[in-house]
């Protein structure tokens, strides 16, 4: 569903067995889960389910409005709305950082100028981590082939920053012996914009792209290319 729905931040199900019924949600920390009802004996909470299902507005219920799927995708950016081109990569984990990475235009059709096409990077961030990668980047800006930030951003739901933490009050997460992850979206523009490794023309050009990444007098190792 998560891969199917770029613009879905969680989601809830219902689970029936043997006259019980649960609500279950999921995100990129993981699911919880309600308690089992009779369905007999409290069908009262089961309406008021169905009756959000129905009616309650979708980002309620998971949608992002940040990313607008409609004919020619849209995705935001603090103020600033960014025409998809392309997928780059998606992450197939439900927990954890979940990246989605896009190529983007800041208008359309996109064309070939390096000014107009960006890559915008979607992930949601553990907010235990001492350095963020837009902070590991402004370091390394002055460094020969390490992209540039143009723009950061933590997405925002409902006036507050979109956090996991939201859906997992802490009396409710109390009655869990473990943890929980606690993660921040966060969206980056990254200039400039290049094609993936997997597109290369030729064996010699994937070659290159790795020599590129050990010549030089710095060395920069990114772990998701490692």
Known sequence: MFDAQPNRAFSYSLSFHTGQYRLYMYDRAGGVYSRSYDL???????????????????????????????LHPVITVDATQYFIIAKCFSSSVIRGRATNVWFVAKSIPAGSDPNNIFVVKDSWV???????????????????????????????????????????????????QRPCDHRTRRRLVLTPAGRPITHAASPLEVVTCLLDLVIGKEFVFHFDVV
């Open 126 to 176: 553990n907010v235990e981590r001492q350095l963020s990668e837009e902070q590991i980047l402004e370091a390394l800006k002055d460094v020969e082939c390490v992209p540039k930030v143009k723009e950061a951003w933590t997405v925002q739901r409902d006036g507050q920053d979109d956090s996991t933490s939201l859906r997992r009050p802490a009396a409710f997460m109390s009655h869990f």
């Open 40 to 70: 007999h004996e409290s069908p009262l909470p089961l309406l008021r389910i169905l009756c959000a299902t129905a009616f309650a507005p979708a980002s309620w219920l998971g949608m992002d409005d940040t990313f607008d799927c409609r």
